[in-house]
Nanobody
Framework: QVQLGESGGGLVQAGGSLRLSCAASGLTFSTYAMGWFRQAPGKEREFVAAINWSGRSTFYADSVKGRFTISRDNAKNTVYLQMNSLKPEDTAVYYC????????????????WGQGTQVTVSS
Protein backbone atom coordinates (compact mmCIF):
# COMPACT_ATOMS: atom_id res chain seq x y z
CA GLN A 1 0.00 0.00 0.00
CA VAL A 2 1.40 3.34 -1.05
CA GLN A 3 1.82 5.78 1.82
CA LEU A 4 2.82 9.40 1.36
CA GLY A 5 3.61 11.77 4.21
CA GLU A 6 4.04 15.50 3.70
CA SER A 7 5.91 17.83 6.03
CA GLY A 8 7.37 21.32 6.04
CA GLY A 9 4.25 23.44 5.85
CA GLY A 10 3.69 26.45 8.07
CA LEU A 11 3.10 30.18 8.27
CA VAL A 12 5.39 32.49 6.33
CA GLN A 13 5.32 36.13 5.30
CA ALA A 14 4.91 37.14 1.68
CA GLY A 15 8.25 36.97 -0.10
CA GLY A 16 9.48 34.19 2.15
CA SER A 17 10.38 30.58 1.43
CA LEU A 18 9.38 27.11 2.54
CA ARG A 19 10.52 23.64 1.57
CA LEU A 20 7.97 20.85 1.59
CA SER A 21 9.00 17.21 1.81
CA CYS A 22 7.08 14.06 1.02
CA ALA A 23 8.34 10.71 2.27
CA ALA A 24 7.02 7.70 0.38
CA SER A 25 6.73 4.04 1.35
CA GLY A 26 5.02 0.93 0.02
CA LEU A 27 6.17 1.53 -3.55
CA THR A 28 9.23 1.24 -5.76
CA PHE A 29 9.83 4.96 -5.51
CA SER A 30 12.37 5.23 -8.32
CA THR A 31 9.79 4.02 -10.87
CA TYR A 32 7.07 6.51 -9.91
CA ALA A 33 6.52 10.05 -11.02
CA MET A 34 5.74 12.36 -8.11
CA GLY A 35 3.72 15.51 -7.96
CA TRP A 36 2.48 18.33 -5.78
CA PHE A 37 -1.05 19.66 -5.86
CA ARG A 38 -2.79 22.26 -3.70
CA GLN A 39 -6.27 23.17 -2.61
CA ALA A 40 -7.23 26.57 -1.30
CA PRO A 41 -10.43 27.12 0.73
CA GLY A 42 -13.48 27.08 -1.50
CA LYS A 43 -11.48 26.07 -4.57
CA GLU A 44 -10.81 22.85 -6.41
CA ARG A 45 -7.52 21.03 -6.04
CA GLU A 46 -5.03 22.22 -8.64
CA PHE A 47 -1.76 20.96 -10.08
CA VAL A 48 1.43 22.64 -8.87
CA ALA A 49 4.43 20.61 -10.07
CA ALA A 50 5.51 17.13 -11.11
CA ILE A 51 8.73 15.24 -11.69
CA ASN A 52 9.23 12.05 -13.64
CA TRP A 53 10.78 8.86 -12.29
CA SER A 54 14.36 9.84 -13.11
CA GLY A 55 14.10 13.48 -12.17
CA ARG A 56 15.11 14.59 -15.65
CA SER A 57 11.67 15.95 -16.57
CA THR A 58 9.74 18.46 -14.53
CA PHE A 59 6.41 20.20 -15.05
CA TYR A 60 5.03 23.33 -13.42
CA ALA A 61 1.82 25.28 -13.29
CA ASP A 62 2.22 28.71 -14.87
CA SER A 63 1.38 30.34 -11.54
CA VAL A 64 4.49 28.90 -9.84
CA LYS A 65 7.06 28.80 -12.66
CA GLY A 66 10.26 30.54 -11.68
CA ARG A 67 9.34 30.49 -7.98
CA PHE A 68 8.89 26.79 -7.10
CA THR A 69 11.28 23.92 -7.76
CA ILE A 70 10.42 20.24 -7.51
CA SER A 71 13.17 17.69 -6.90
CA ARG A 72 13.56 14.13 -5.71
CA ASP A 73 16.02 11.90 -3.92
CA ASN A 74 15.42 8.31 -4.97
CA ALA A 75 17.83 7.03 -2.33
CA LYS A 76 15.65 8.58 0.38
CA ASN A 77 12.26 7.91 -1.24
CA THR A 78 11.51 11.60 -0.88
CA VAL A 79 10.26 14.37 -3.12
CA TYR A 80 10.66 18.05 -2.32
CA LEU A 81 9.02 21.31 -3.27
CA GLN A 82 11.14 24.40 -2.73
CA MET A 83 8.87 27.42 -2.67
CA ASN A 84 10.40 30.88 -2.96
CA SER A 85 8.91 34.35 -3.31
CA LEU A 86 5.70 33.13 -1.72
CA LYS A 87 2.51 35.10 -2.25
CA PRO A 88 -0.72 35.17 -0.23
CA GLU A 89 -2.43 33.39 -3.13
CA ASP A 90 -0.14 30.41 -2.54
CA THR A 91 -2.00 29.75 0.70
CA ALA A 92 -3.47 26.23 0.50
CA VAL A 93 -3.20 22.69 1.69
CA TYR A 94 -0.42 21.07 -0.33
CA TYR A 95 -0.71 17.42 -1.28
CA CYS A 96 1.91 14.98 -2.48
CA UNK A 97 0.83 12.44 -5.09
CA UNK A 98 2.30 9.43 -6.88
CA UNK A 99 1.93 8.32 -10.49
CA UNK A 100 2.78 4.70 -11.25
CA UNK A 101 3.30 5.34 -14.96
CA UNK A 102 6.52 7.10 -14.06
CA UNK A 103 6.00 9.98 -16.48
CA UNK A 104 4.07 12.62 -14.50
CA UNK A 105 2.64 14.29 -17.59
CA UNK A 106 -1.04 13.48 -17.04
CA UNK A 107 -2.79 14.70 -13.93
CA UNK A 108 -5.25 11.78 -14.04
CA UNK A 109 -2.36 9.32 -13.55
CA UNK A 110 -1.77 10.57 -9.99
CA UNK A 111 -3.81 8.07 -7.98
CA UNK A 112 -2.08 7.88 -4.59
CA TRP A 113 -2.31 10.86 -2.25
CA GLY A 114 -0.94 12.08 1.03
CA GLN A 115 -2.92 13.80 3.78
CA GLY A 116 -1.62 17.25 2.98
CA THR A 117 0.27 20.00 4.78
CA GLN A 118 -1.00 23.54 5.34
CA VAL A 119 0.90 26.47 3.86
CA THR A 120 -0.23 29.93 4.91
CA VAL A 121 1.32 33.07 3.43
CA SER A 122 0.54 36.32 5.22
CA SER A 123 0.59 39.69 3.47
Amino acid sequence: QVQLGESGGGLVQAGGSLRLSCAASGLTFSTYAMGWFRQAPGKEREFVAAINWSGRSTFYADSVKGRFTISRDNAKNTVYLQMNSLKPEDTAVYYCAADDTGWGSRRSDFRSWGQGTQVTVSS
